[in-house]
């Protein structure tokens, strides 16, 4: 069965450092992975997608993120924080029988001033 | 494009009445819909998946008498909470997916529908 795993339910960073976000998953097949972006009290904003194409995937915001087969990861990365970019996030991976999305648990990103 | 649109946004209801929510694809064909369920400071919790013109298939837990879904056509579903009680208050997402894209993986989320019960 899939799963995902995001590492800190809260991840703190000062404006202007680098953000980096925690996702493994595992998966028996090569998978879709989805990171989304969930502001308070609003729905889901896709940030980037990795579907085996480039491994290296660049999203909106500024935001990227690396598929690592070996390490079975997909960690979100910013180089530079702005206070706008706190929020809930959410990696997910898809299904490929159902196109059920796994969820991981979350990330809430705070930015300091 | 892609886009999904919820309605209402929110919505308050007193105690054992029912509620309706729609789940609507602006601008492709919603071959199947996702609906979910969001406690404060969680994940999303599938309900059910519907794919058009079928019965809905729900989630293990979910009460099947209780959210009554329907997805009668390829731009619209509806949740409907029956009944309703206080511990049914919570943030309902619906997505779609068009089973008709190359990018038939991806699915596209409504903005979420905000439901307290009195």
């Known amino acids: 069965a899939q799963s995902v795993t995001q590492l800190g339910s809260h991840v703190s960073v000062s404006e202007g450092a680098l953000v980096l976000l925690r996702c493994n998953y595992s998966s028996s097949v090569p998978p879709y992975l989805f990171w989304y972006v969930q502001y308070p009290n609003q729905g889901l904003q896709l940030l980037l997608k990795?579907?085996?194409?480039a491994t290296l995937v660049k999203g909106i915001n500024g935001f990227e993120a690396e598929f690592k087969k070996s390490e079975t990861s997909f960690h979100l990365t910013k180089p530079s924080a702005h206070m706008s970019d706190a929020a809930e996030y959410f990696c997910?991976?898809?299904?490929?029988?159902?196109?059920?999305?796994?969820w991981g648990a979350g990330t809430k990103l705070i930015i300091k001033p | 494009g892609a886009v999904v649109s919820q309605h209402p946004s929110w919505v308050i209801c007193k105690s054992g009445t029912s509620v309706k929510i729609e789940c609507r694809s602006l601008?492709?064909?919603?071959?199947?819909m996702f609906w979910y369920r969001q406690f404060p400071k969680q994940s999303l919790m599938l309900m059910a998946t519907?794919?058009?013109?079928?019965?809905?298939?729900?989630e293990q837990g979910v009460e099947k008498d209780k959210f009554l879904i329907n997805h009668a056509s390829l731009t619209l579903s509806t949740l409907t909470v029956t009944s309703a009680h206080p511990e049914d208050s919570s943030f309902y997402i619906c997505s779609a997916r068009d089973g008709f894209a190359p990018s038939s993986y991806e699915q596209y989320f409504g903005p979420g529908t905000r439901l307290t019960v009195t």
């Open positions: 601008d492709f064909q919603a071959t199947t």
């Open positions: 997910a991976v898809s299904d490929h029988s159902n196109y059920q999305l796994i």
């Open positions: 990795y579907t085996s194409a």
């Open positions: 519907s794919n058009e013109g079928s019965k809905a298939t729900y």
